[in-house]
């Protein structure tokens, strides 16, 4: 089954009770259960890291390759600061979404702009929880299927069709 890595950054730990005129009610165990919930109606795996630590992200994105078909990442202060994080994606070698609760392009200057994002395949920025569905979504789409590879099932029916 395709795997997709999902990644929260530093405090979003705390959503739910962290601004929610800003961030949203919804709480990360919420979150995190709506991306459950759409990775299996895609028939995709979600391992779910949250970190306030840069090192560990850039361990688990530097793993990445191999096991996982997509990286869907919500980088949260460090977009704005991490020069390490954006190396980890760009030698990965693995398609990565980057994806935001608010509008960063609305908020404060040092907000509006990502260090990630030039090496993220594309951005979803200011849904709310929906921010991660969407690019959820999007990294399914990225995500190769063995489907070079044929399953059993299509192969028949591809038969029956000619
Ligand atoms: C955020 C936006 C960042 O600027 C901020 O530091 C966060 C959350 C968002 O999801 O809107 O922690 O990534």
Request: glycine fraction near 8%.
């Amino acid at each position: 089954m395709r795997a997709i890595l999902v990644i929260h950054g530093p405090n979003l730990q705390l959503l739910g009770a962290r601004q929610p005129h800003i961030y949203g009610a919804a709480d990360l165990p919420a979150i995190n259960r709506q991306l459950q919930a759409a990775a299996k109606r895609h028939g995709v795996r979600l391992e779910i890291l949250q970190s306030n630590h840069e090192g560990e992200i850039v361990g688990r994105i530097g793993r990445a390759k191999g096991t996982y078909e997509a990286i869907l990442i919500n980088p949260a202060a460090y977009t704005h600061t991490s020069v390490a994080i954006r190396d980890a994606i760009e030698a990965a070698d693995v398609p990565a979404i980057e994806v935001h609760l608010s509008n960063i392009y609305a908020r404060e200057s040092f907000r509006q702009h990502s260090l990630i994002a030039p090496v993220c395949r594309g951005q979803v920025s200011g849904f709310g929880a929906a921010s991660y569905l969407l690019g959820l979504e999007a990294a399914v789409g990225l995500a190769p299927r063995a489907a070079d590879s044929p399953s059993p099932a299509r192969v028949r029916s591809r038969r029956k069709a000619r």
